[in-house]
């Protein structure tokens, strides 16, 4: 859209967007949030930058190949995580192991975990964003 | 108190709701959904601390963020046809 | 790459994140700040890192503008809401002069009028804005340019 | 004495921010087009939120809490005008007429 207001402003509101996001991320286990509601969000605000400015310039900052490098770590990331309690002996997916601690090992097997899911969710968004964004629905340019 | 405060925002969702309804043109629609998204920013605030969970605070910024990306994409669907370039 | 402007975005960030935090432990905090270099990254790949994003000159005077701003606020609420209780609206379309010179000050102008209930700017054409009005008597606030001053005084900064 | 007269500043508080959304949600109907009900929805992003954040703030004494409501209100005290502006721009560019009297010479 071709709006002088609507252009300073989605600058001005990228980066605080993006660190809420990140926010919710690393919080999610001490109040409402986690990797799904974090992935949707950081994509909220390159969808917004893309919408005001244009998909080309979004993929200046999100090239598509980091995007999809970023689609397949954030899913591999989780698996990993899965099978490095399967190697020490656990079931899959099983946290006491990564830590010195029980307690340890939950808090930061659960962080990684929800980091992959966030990687993973935000790329797919944006993947999506670039697969329709130009997709026309049967209404014709009128400027 | 919380609660009488919950009932009048409930009371101007309904009032913005007709104005939402009989619309006449399509901005008219989106203003109305805008400011619904407003009063609903304030509704779970308030009714966070109603439960005694402040936490829900997260949730209000949450809808606040997705109340204004909404409008914006509405508006550019409605000006160009079309989320992208084209 | 490192100039004042990504260390105030940096340090806002921080600060935002600080705030909005609550739980100061070794490993949160680190990924706050490595989030915060992520962030002003983005601006730096993206090449939007400018005054548009940023306007750092602003910030000496904010704060007494700030203050100004939501007097201005409160007391167009109060004459809206009479407005719109006692039934005596006339809108009215005119178009004024804007004397910023940059976008942020154009932005923050524009923005101000439309914060303000009772006057709302819908267009912008270089430094013309044509602003629409709930009565005659908001008209002639805008037009008696007081708000336009307030801008280029905060746009000049120190 | 402290504690009695936070609680009623904050019941003011919440009394005047439902009074003005209230008083919103009135203009947004009975308004006659869609840049004068602009005004009166501008008047619930305004005063009417901030009334209503001032009284959780109140209400939730000095915390972390008031950070978040800060910036809940920074936040609608910053996207509300966006809105505002390109819905009445893009009523503008689609040739939608205002009602009421022009003065000078618009764009």
Redesign the interface.
């Known amino acids: ?1 071709d ?1 002088l ?2 252009k300073v ?1 989605t600058k ?2 990228f980066t605080p967007i993006i660190l809420f996001g990140l926010y919710v991320q690393f919080h999610g286990d001490f109040g409402p949030g986690g990797g799904f509601q974090a992935g949707v969000i950081v994509a909220a605000a390159f969808i917004l930058y893309a919408m005001v400015f244009s998909v080309e310039d979004c993929k200046v900052i999100m090239p598509p190949k980091l995007n999809f490098f970023l689609l397949a770590l954030g899913a591999f990331l989780y698996g990993f995580v899965g099978i490095i309690g399967l190697i020490l002996g656990d079931p899959y997916l099983s946290y006491d192991v990564l830590g010195t601690t029980k307690e340890a090992g939950q808090h930061i097997g659960i962080l990684l975990v929800e980091f992959g899911v966030g990687l993973t969710v935000c790329n797919v968004m944006i993947s999506l964003f670039y697969s329709f964004a130009n997709f026309n629905f049967g209404k014709k340019n009128n400027d | ?1 919380f609660l ?2 919950l009932i ?2 409930s ?2 969702f309904l ?2 709701l ?2 939402l309804i009989i619309g006449k ?1 399509t ?2 629609r ?3 959904a ?2 619904i998204g ?2 609903i ?2 509704a779970i ?2 009714h966070g ?1 109603y439960m005694g969970r ?1 936490e829900f ?2 949730i ?2 949450v809808y ?2 997705i ?2 990306i909404g ?2 994409a509405v ?1 550019k669907l ?2 160009k046809g079309t989320l992208g370039d084209k | 790459m490192i100039n004042s402007k990504s260390i105030a975005l940096f340090l806002f960030l921080l600060g ?1 994140w600080l ?2 935090s ?1 739980h100061y432990t070794v490993l949160i905090t680190s990924l706050g700040v490595i989030s915060c270099l992520l962030c002003v990254y983005l601006t730096i790949k993206g090449n939007f890192l400018d005054n548009e994003t940023i306007p750092i000159y602003f910030f000496p005077r904010l704060i007494q503008y700030t203050i100004w701003l939501i007097k201005e ?2 007391i167009s ?1 109060i004459t ?2 009479k407005v ?2 006692s ?1 005596s ?7 004024v002069k804007a004397t910023q010179k940059t976008n942020e000050g154009k932005v923050t102008y ?3 009028i ?10 912008i ?1 270089d430094n ?1 804005f ?1 602003v ?1 009005a ?1 009565t005659k008597e908001f ?1 002639d606030d805008v037009r008696g340019s007081e708000m336009d001053r307030m801008v280029t005084w905060l746009e000049k900064g120190k | 004495m402290l504690d009695l007269s936070i609680q009623i500043i904050s ?1 003011i508080s ?1 009394v005047g ?33 901030s009334f ?2 001032l ?2 703030i109140l ?2 004494g000095f915390s ?2 008031t ?3 800060v ?2 209100g920074i ?19 689609k040739g ?1 007429i ?10």
Do not use: W
């Open positions: 859209m709006n207001i609507l402003c001005v509101l | 108190m009488a405060v009048a925002l009371v101007s009032l913005i007709v104005r043109t901005y008219d989106i203003l109305a805008n400011s407003t009063i920013v304030l605030s308030v601390f402040p605070i997260d209000s910024i606040a963020l109340n204004f409008t914006v508006l409605f000006d | 935002f705030l909005m609550g606020i409160f609420n809206t809401a719109i209780l039934k609206e006339e809108p009215e379309l005119f178009s524009a923005n101000s439309t914060l303000t209930p009772g006057t709302v700017t819908t267009q054409k013309v044509e629409h709930l008209g | 019941i919440f921010g439902v009074f003005f959304i209230l008083t919103g949600s009135i203009g947004l109907i009975r308004l006659p087009d869609v840049f004068s009900r602009i005004h009166a929805a501008g008047m619930i992003d305004t005063a009417g939120a209503i954040i009284g959780m209400q939730s972390l809490i950070a978040k409501l910036f809940i936040f609608i005290f910053f996207t509300s005008p966006i809105t505002g502006h390109v819905t009445a721009n893009l009523a503008r560019k939608v205002p009602i009421g009297k022009t003065k000078g010479k618009t764009l």
